[in-house]
């Protein structure tokens, strides 16, 4: 496995790779998520490349960067025993060279949701990814549908700015009592690991109710909203029902819709969500 950390040495390392290559951009901390999307990199791909850098861009001012749990050794030790021909381990100086102010923007997609309870992060994440894709030219990419907006908004500016990657979106990796996997689930004591079910249960219910054939998103946010207020500790940022393709609030849902929450639960903010009906 080759670990470098400038974007020469990343370039170089690149350029003597022969054949297909799938990109897994990560921020780190990895768990058996991350492992999924490598493995369908592997699956696809003659060689798996990784990147992994916790990007300050896509964080408010009173978000979590520095407290973002990290272990590279660790997460160099699992990426080795995975078979990873190449990883990217770029400091801040390398991703935003002095005096950078060059940003994609996608516009009407980020605007909802995750765009809109954190002002910031939807352009950190699409100007980082365009620079891995750019330093990578990966044929495949892969995002886990857990974050379901941001792999929505890439797959739409790798179609903009006509990218030539197939971006895959690869399904959510979930704990056995239906918690999604997160590095950020390292921040809930038992108490609040115990309450953070609350968004599998409510994303569940109204999955149920769709398959009954419950098509009003006003119950359907209803019903959910209910759930989760009968958990003390979870406190909810959103709670949606939006299209597929546009991410707007329905309030009649067609064949498929996107359900979707952030809940708080003490420090850690919670995102999760599910296709309403069939694939
Ligand atoms: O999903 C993540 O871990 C990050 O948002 C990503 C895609 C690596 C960009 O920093």
């Known amino acids: 496995m080759i670990i470098v950390s400038t974007l020469p040495e990343l370039r170089r390392a690149r350029a003597r790779i022969i054949g297909s290559l799938g990109l897994v951009p990560t921020m780190g901390y990895l768990h058996r998520g991350h492992l999924s999307l490598l493995q369908a990199a592997r699956e696809q791909n003659e060689h798996v490349a990784v990147s992994i850098f916790v990007n300050p861009t896509q964080f408010g001012a009173d978000e979590d960067l520095e407290d973002y749990p990290r272990d590279i050794e660790r997460d160099l030790a699992a990426l080795e025993a995975e078979g990873v021909d190449l990883v990217w381990t770029p ?30 992060h939807m352009r950190g994440v699409t100007t980082v990814v365009t620079k891995l894709l750019i330093a990578f030219t990966p044929e495949r990419a892969y995002f886990g ?131 309403l009906g069939k694939a």
């Open 91 to 120: 400091d801040n100086a390398e991703v935003y060279p002095r005096g950078y102010q060059t940003c994609v923007t996608v516009e009407q997609l980020t605007r909802g949701l995750e765009g809109a309870r954190r002002p910031r």
């Open 145 to 275: 549908q857990k974050d379901a907006q941001q792999a929505y908004v890439v797959r739409r500016l790798v179609a903009d700015l006509g990218l030539p990657v197939e971006v895959v979106v690869c399904p959510t990796i979930r704990e056995p009592d239906g918690l999604a996997l997160s590095s950020r689930n390292a921040y809930l004591n038992t108490e609040q690991r115990r309450a953070a079910t609350v968004l599998f249960r409510a994303l569940s219910a109204a999955r149920a109710a769709f398959a009954k054939g419950q098509r009003d998103g006003d119950e359907l946010r209803a019903l959910m909203e209910d759930i989760v207020a009968a958990e003390p500790l979870a406190a909810p940022e959103y709670i949606s029902v939006a299209d597929l393709e546009t991410l707007q609030e329905l309030q009649q849902l067609p064949e498929q819709a996107l359900a979707s929450m952030a809940v708080r639960i003490g420090a850690a903010a919670l995102i999760d969500n599910m296709v």
